[in-house]
């Protein structure tokens, strides 16, 4: 037995993306999480403090607290870290389109607790390219979005240095289908847009400027495929350190170096047996962690549960203790790099950095990320590639255990119990918020609010950099919604193309395709006009892959698809239905608000006198719910594990034929 | 919608003059049914409304122009400087559809941009279903039907080439928009293929100098082709994303209606249109034979244009004069 003690590597910074309900409850949640062993913090903001709503705008109804802490002001934001010393904290913030905004208050919050916000450490996401692409918490156009995202920048090399002020997503364009060659095109194609607006802002001297390359960090996604996966971090590093040294001159190769955050795949976990999610998440780390040299520098695991509802404590703390696992029991620290000199790894290394700088090249001849993504480029390429995986399940070319193949299970007694395995949010949790919101506003001094608003107006009109201001509104008690507005009256808001427009054939289609179409023309004919669909997406959620997918099935089935893009109103889509004479609405709701819509737009085709047509509901809708959802009136409810499109296309059928008088098996 | 059909179609008409969105959409979805009962149904509601004594004497306007040349934003921007001018706007967008599955994608971002929750704009998507030229069957009896309820009507729709035809002979007024930097409508115009629009739009002026370029392009081609019209063709400038010149455009889209009014135009050019549709249909049913049959497109169209009676009165009776 040897006694030298053997050296091992420090683990990377453990986090769990985590926040629900209210400040105060998550404050709890943290402060748990932390005695646990978790080394930063992960905030999660609700779909309202995402897109620059306060808790009682009509669009918020419903979402409150549902997939992230609501924070209306620097009084949720104090109550967010209270007893958290933020010198000795590193937090990261999953925040976008007002990422200057929360980031000011985190700022005017350590100025109140007496620590020099010089000394603070951690991340805003801050990524708003890929909010047109994937997710949609986007607000203004594309334009303003980059200028806001560069003035973040700016502010923190110059004062918070230690600050990462931009985490460049490839992380939700692999969740809404990219091929790893995209993800690596697309994400420093990103850095890149993002970089050349710095330089060019000229807020930044050329001599600092390596300065702002070495705060860019990125945010990525690991899947299934580790073995690819792990070659694509290493592509990715190669990139980096190519695309910072040419493109940018920079010299120090401690800043080209590739600095990344981690959340494995959700986009692989499954409803059905998901007890089968466990291995899938920790090989999937192991993409991010065999590689030394391309190793992750903060990790955060998915639950369990998480295509079933939200991850309840406990699921979370499985989830850290798979990280410590790793980290501390395991010998993977222990080693250099383990894949250095693999003739393999190196192979598929080179086939991804040659693939990835194609597109990159593709991407420069079309004017570059931004307009790429205005033009529908990117998000075209996405829905295709997506369309391909999906095909590929559906034919069985792709193995899903539990979900294409190895059906049958045993039932699972973690999903067993009263809360079904999942948690529930308290349904007062909107109405305290709202009531704290409105107390709140009352007591403030209005005359300074009304000062910092016109202060922030003028910086984002001429130009001058939004942080000071915004950071002045958060002293004088603004609001989420207020600093929102302002700058939505100066930008103006936007709307990201859908994208759906993918010609045919993307990809070899099953058999069943043809008799469904068939199906479908022969109801057509039967109803004297072709089928017609609305696929809906109401509320903030902007996690639009479901619906994308209907739309294009449905349009290759034969179908005329209407679909308008996220965040519509209830009212919007009740009325689109009934001008366009829909046969069928489809919402698609994965933020966990489906109750509450549901009724609303109910409601509303009550109202307008368009109550006979059906509607059914994709998403991330728990059994329980589900149930509630029918007594009310919906005809069908699709959820992660009915994965066969043109299964939950020739229902839609059946219950068009039903609701019409027609023979429904026919 | 889905119910067999209860309401009487005097009730139905009258809801329709009314601008009652429930029955708009409920006529729009039987004017669309191919059924024998929906089409007995659709004639009569039809010719009540054709030859309803107060009909609002709106304006019929087509915007065509190739794909990604910003038709949607620049539509949108338009109808809502119509409803600052306190009009009521009837929207016909046509999109293509697949050839092979027949279905296809339609709306898109066009309703969210024009309308909001505004009553006075109703958006109907349509799709091209195969048909030549672009326009499905459908769009002309829509459009009368939109026509007895609404100000303006307007028909979006892709035209790329020979297929900008088809929406100039639905029209009143049609409104090309044409891409900086694109040669191709202009070259299509000079060669005679697309048939001069009354309004020409250079798209995008905030490309700068392409745009201008674009500009003087199309104007010196309309030059010599306009020397017997009494309509000289505007080429106006437009940035539907920063708002611009779209007064403009709504002004002369006025102008012409003005011009048609004042010539007395108008009631020919409809009666123009549902020959044109009338002859269409017969052609894709019955061939060129079908035609001849009836003494030939001169004859037929001459005599078309002299009937007053209702769209799908006339299309049966010629139908039943073939057959």
């Given at each position: 037995m040897e006694e030298k003690k053997t050296h091992r590597d420090r683990p990377w910074l453990m986090r769990t993306y985590s926040g629900h309900s209210s400040a105060r409850a998550s404050n709890e949640l943290y402060r748990t999480n932390l005695g646990r062993g978790q080394t930063g913090l992960s905030v999660a903001f609700d779909l309202p403090t995402q897109t620059g709503y306060?808790?009682?705008?009509?669009?918020?109804r419903g979402e409150v607290g549902k997939v992230g802490v609501p924070i209306d002001h620097i009084g949720d934001m104090e109550a967010l870290f209270h007893q958290i010393p933020l010198e000795q904290m590193n937090t990261s913030m999953t925040i976008n389109a007002t990422a200057p905004w929360l980031l000011a208050l985190y700022i005017a919050v350590a100025e109140q607790q007496g620590v020099d916000p010089k000394s603070l450490q951690g991340t805003t996401q801050n990524d708003v390219l890929k909010e047109y692409l994937s997710r949609g918490t986007y607000i203004f156009p594309p334009g303003p979005s980059v200028r806001l995202t560069t003035d973040l920048i700016t502010y923190t090399v110059q004062h918070i240095p230690k600050w990462n002020p931009t985490n460049i997503c490839s992380y939700h364009l692999q969740e809404a289908g990219a091929t790893p060659t995209q993800e690596l095109a697309y994400a420093l194609s990103s850095a890149s847009a993002i970089l050349d607006a710095v330089r060019a802002s000229g807020q930044i001297p050329a001599d600092r400027f390596q300065d702002v390359v070495g705060r860019i960090s990125f945010f990525v996604n690991a899947g299934i495929r580790f073995v690819e996966e792990t070659c694509k971090m290493r592509a990715f590093c190669a990139l980096w350190d190519e695309l910072t040294r040419s493109r940018y001159g920079v010299q120090d190769s401690k800043k080209r170096r590739f600095r990344y955050g981690v959340q494995v795949n959700s986009l692989g976990l499954t409803e059905s047996q998901p007890e089968n999610n466990v291995q899938r998440i920790v090989l999937e780390m192991l993409a991010v962690t065999l590689s030394k040299n391309a190793r992750a520098r903060a990790i955060q695991l998915p639950a369990w549960n998480e295509a079933l509802g939200l991850p309840r404590p406990w699921d979370q703390q499985w989830a850290l203790r798979m990280q410590q696992v790793l980290a501390l029991e395991t010998d993977l620290l222990e080693y250099g790099d383990l894949l250095d000199g693999s003739p393999v790894i190196q192979t598929k290394v080179d086939e991804l950095v040659a693939g990835a700088r194609k597109e990159i090249a593709e991407i420069e001849v079309r004017g570059g990320m931004v307009a790429c993504i205005e033009s529908g480029y990117v998000k075209r390429e996405l829905v295709q590639s997506h369309t391909r995986r999906l095909r590929a399940i559906e034919t069985g070319e792709l193995s899903i255990v539990g979900v294409n193949c190895f059906r049958e299970s045993a039932q699972s007694p973690l999903t067993a119990g009263d809360e079904s395995g999942i948690l529930t949010v308290d349904a007062t949790v909107e109405q305290s918020q709202v009531s704290a919101l409105l107390a709140f506003r009352a007591e403030r001094s209005q005359q300074r609010v009304d000062n910092a608003l016109i202060a922030l107006r003028g910086a984002a009109e001429s130009g001058l950099n939004i942080m000071p201001p915004s950071i002045d509104c958060a002293r004088a008690g603004v609001t989420t919604g207020e600093w929102s507005d302002q700058l939505r009256q100066v930008f103006g808001e936007y709307r990201a193309p859908t994208g759906v427009d993918i010609s045919k054939a993307a990809a070899p289609e099953a058999s069943e395709i043809a008799s469904l179409r068939a199906r479908v023309q022969r109801t057509g004919e039967e109803l004297g006009r072709p089928l017609r669909l609305l696929i809906g997406k109401p509320g903030l959620d902007g996690h639009s892959n479901g619906a994308e997918q209907i739309a294009v099935k449905g349009r290759d089935a034969g179908f005329e698809i209407v679909y308008e893009g996220i965040r519509l109103t209830p009212a919007q889509i009740a009325r689109a239905a009934q001008e366009e004479g829909a046969h069928l609405i489809g919402l698609s709701i994965l933020s966990g608000s489906h109750l509450e819509l549901v009724e609303a737009i109910h409601h509303e085709l009550d109202r307008i006198g368009a109550a006979d047509v059906p509607l059914v509901i994709g998403g991330i809708i728990p059994q329980a719910d589900a149930e509630k959802l029918k007594s009310k009136g919906l005809k069908a409810v699709f959820t992660p594990k009915d994965v066969d499109m043109n299964v939950i296309m020739d229902q839609m059928v059946t219950i068009i034929r039903e609701a019409n008088g027609l023979q429904p098996a026919a | 919608m889905s119910q067999p059909e209860t309401m009487t179609i005097d009730t139905l008409a009258r809801l329709i003059l009314q601008r009652d969105r429930a029955a708009l959409a409920r006529a729009l979805n039987l004017l669309d049914d191919r059924r024998a009962a929906a089409r007995a149904r659709a004639k009569e509601l039809l010719e009540l409304l054709q030859l309803a004594p107060n009909r609002v004497s709106g304006h019929l306007v087509g915007i065509t122009g190739p794909p990604g040349v910003g038709k949607s934003t620049l539509s949108a921007a338009l109808i809502q400087v119509w409803r600052r001018r306190n009009q009521h706007v009837g929207v016909l967008a046509v999109d293509p559809s697949s050839p092979v599955s027949g279905g296809a994608l339609l709306g898109d971002r066009l309703r969210l941009q024009a309308a909001g929750d505004d009553d006075g704009v109703f958006i109907r998507s349509l799709s091209s279903r195969g048909h030549y030229g672009g326009l499905s069957a459908e769009v002309w009896p829509m459009a009368v039907l939109m026509h007895s309820a609404f100000d303006i009507v307007l028909i979006e729709t892709v035209g790329v080439g020979q297929r900008e035809i088809d929406i100039s002979r639905l029209c009143d007024t049609t409104c090309f928009v044409a891409q900086p930097g694109s040669g191709d409508s202009i070259q299509s115009l000079k060669a005679g293929i697309l048939e001069v629009p009354h309004i020409l739009v250079v798209n995008k002026s905030d490309m700068g100098d392409i745009a201008v370029r674009a500009q003087s392009e199309l104007e010196s081609a309309l030059v010599g082709d306009q020397s017997n019209a009494r309509w000289a063709v505007p080429v106006l400038t437009t940035s539907a994303t920063l708002g611009e010149g779209i007064s403009d455009l709504a002004d002369s889209i006025e102008k012409h209606h003005f011009f048609l009014s004042k010539e007395q135009l108008l009631a020919a050019r409809r009666r123009e249109c549902q020959a044109y549709w009338i002859v269409c249909r017969l052609r894709e049913e019955f061939g060129e034979q079908g035609i001849e049959r009836l003494g030939g497109h001169a004859k037929l169209t001459s005599e078309l244009r002299s009937s007053q009676s209702s769209l799908f009165e006339q299309h049966d009776a010629l139908r039943q004069r073939v057959m």
């Open positions: 306060d808790s009682d705008h009509p669009l918020a | -």
